[in-house]
């Protein structure tokens, strides 16, 4: 079971990790995201089945991100814990499906409770489920479904009740009954799912099912010596699991690029597959998994010819030596300043030294691709923050910088190179347009307030009129025009008084409420604090 905390402050994720026993409570993987985008990130790649989130966080807040949820991830169960005791947020909260709405600081006892309740909730429909594909009148139409279900839970860590799931799969299997070890190959889709789909009509479930009757057509009708079934934590996955005999572990890598090789020849696609070590069955079926996995993130994505399989060759799963790589994250400085400057070249400047030490390696992998992405994705959010805080313009879009592949599967870093220049600039050019807009309305507001002096011209006033937050307002203003909103207004509307101190057939309480002050003793202390006299004095001094 997987479980995604979601919340921008370090502390309040650390307290959830906390505070629950997850591991006793048959947690596998315990996920955190700072914010809602990068949630809905983690959530379309790893599908957890419970979600606890707070409300207020930058870029996609938790009302987005809980309505985001019903029509992407259904099934997950939500937990939400907030520092607002709002009787609106506690609505949306129960209308899209949410378990439980928790206020900070956490109580453990309530969040042990809420969690207790997902986790039931969860395992009741995964009964459910079960239960109807067990009793569906049509049997048949449901047994690839069936099958999947089962052989998921038989790679499922900490499953322990595998007796049950071997003796149903005996009925199909006849071969899986007498044999002790296996080993897993890992077919994975995410990098050419988008091209399957256009040859499926979007239709992701048929894409899968068709990769999966190819390789069973092998794996089950010819050869009988395992089965391809859809991974039970990632829709994008196939896994073949076989059951060995004597002398079938030599066969297994052969037949493996088999079966990469008759998708290939099908879907004229880059597949390949990641080729696990051998493995006591059934006690080990999930690390045969992992192995698998291991040999698809350790490939070279440079390799000439492109190998159809890859092996997993460690005995545990070493982090990868990043010793000698080029670091990303060297570049995000340089970067940003060339983006404030909107200057091409000074932009294909940044970009060169990385460029060139990359290309002197002679092997990259995915693990390190996942690396410099997560180093992107990083400087990214720094540079929206950046200019946020510079420019004070709450309208910067995010935008991220991806690595791009021939469609072969091979890893471009030319192609990348121009994509991250052409995304670079197309931001550098949006940022340039924002400026012009922003100096536009403040051009418009400072018209606005040299035609209505006699208005009232508050920072709240203004900033409704023009549909602007009153801190954008006030920020913004300072920055154009080096003076404050309202020091702005009050020298402009005593430079007006002046003027018509001039004419004597104005009283100075006209005066004062021409330029938008009811109290004329108080209009006469502002202009003497900008002029040194009186309103009387000044008028006499000017005659």
């Known amino acids: 079971m997987i479980v995604l905390i979601v919340d921008d402050e370090q502390h309040a994720r650390e307290a959830a990790k906390l505070l629950v026993p997850w591991e006793q409570l048959g947690v ?26 707070d409300m207020h966080m930058p870029l996609t807040d938790g009302m987005q991100l809980i309505e985001w949820l019903g029509s ?30 928790l206020l900070k600081p956490i109580d453990p006892a309530q969040l042990l409770t809420a969690v207790h309740r997902a986790i039931e909730m969860r395992q009741l429909e995964d009964q459910e489920r079960l239960k109807q594909i067990e009793q569906g009148i049509a049997m048949n139409q449901y047994k690839p479904v069936y099958r999947d279900y089962l052989f998921g839970q038989l790679i499922t860590p900490q499953h322990c009740e595998t007796e049950p799931i071997i003796r149903q799969l005996v009925d199909q299997f006849s071969g ?25 009509g979007g239709d992701r479930d048929l894409a899968v099912f068709a990769l999966q009757n190819v390789l069973n057509d092998f794996i089950v009708n010819e050869w009988g010596i395992g089965c391809a079934f859809r991974s039970p934590t990632d ?36 597949f390949y597959a990641g080729l696990s070590r051998v493995v006591t069955f059934p006690q080990e079926t999930a690390s045969a998994v992992d192995s698998a996995r291991r040999g698809c993130l350790n490939r070279n994505l440079l390799a000439e010819g492109h190998p159809a399989v890859w092996l997993d060759t460690s005995t545990v799963a070493n982090p990868q030596d990043t010793s000698v790589l080029p670091d990303l994250a060297a570049l995000a400085e340089p970067i940003r300043l060339a983006l404030l400057g909107r200057d091409e070249p000074s932009l294909r400047a940044a970009l060169e ?32 923050q950046r200019e946020s805080e510079e420019q004070g313009n709450p309208l910067v879009q995010p935008f991220t910088l991806h690595f ?27 940022m340039a347009r924002l400026q012009r807009q922003e100096r536009s309305v403040i051009a418009d507001m400072i018209d606005y307030i040299e035609r209505h002096l006699q208005e009232d011209l508050s920072l709240q006033q203004l900033a409704a009129r023009f549909f602007l937050s009153r801190e954008y307002v006030s ?17 402009h509307r005593m430079e007006h008084a002046t003027k018509l101190l001039a004419n004597r057939s104005y009283k100075v309480a006209d005066i004062a409420e021409l330029v938008g002050y009811t109290d004329e003793k108080y209009f006469s202390k502002v202009f003497k604090k900008h002029t040194g006299l009186s309103p009387q004095q000044y008028r006499k001094s000017d005659s």
């Open 235 to 270: 829709p994008e996955e196939l896994i073949v699991l076989y059951w060995l005999h004597a002398g079938d572990d030599q066969a297994c890598t052969k037949r493996t690029e088999q079966l990469v090789e008759a998708l290939r020849r099908t879907f004229d696609l880059p």
């Open 72 to 101: 992407n991830e259904p099934d997950a169960k939500l937990i939400v814990i907030s520092g607002y005791n709002d009787f609106k947020y506690v609505r949306h909260t129960l209308k899209h499906g949410g378990i439980d709405y």
């Open 353 to 384: 030294p990385w460029f060139q030490a990359a290309s002197k390696l002679v092997s990259i992998s995915p693990i390190q691709v996942e690396r410099w992405q997560k180093q992107l994705d990083i400087a990214a959010l720094r540079w929206q």
């Open 404 to 430: 791009v592949y021939e469609d072969n599967g091979a890893l471009s870093l030319e192609r990348t190179k121009q994509h991250w220049l052409e995304r670079l600039i197309e931001h550098a050019e949006a």
């Open 176 to 200: 899986i009954a007498d044999t002790d070890q296996c080993r897993a190959a890992l077919f994975p889709l995410q990098a050419i799912m988008h091209r399957l789909l256009r040859r499926f």
């Open 475 to 491: 920020r913004r203003f300072r920055q154009e025009t080096g003076v404050t909103l309202s020091e702005y207004v009050e020298r």
């Open 28 to 53: 596998t993987e315990l996920l955190e995201a700072e914010n809602g985008a990068e949630a809905q990130q983690i959530i379309a790649r790893k599908h957890p089945a419970i979600i606890v989130t």
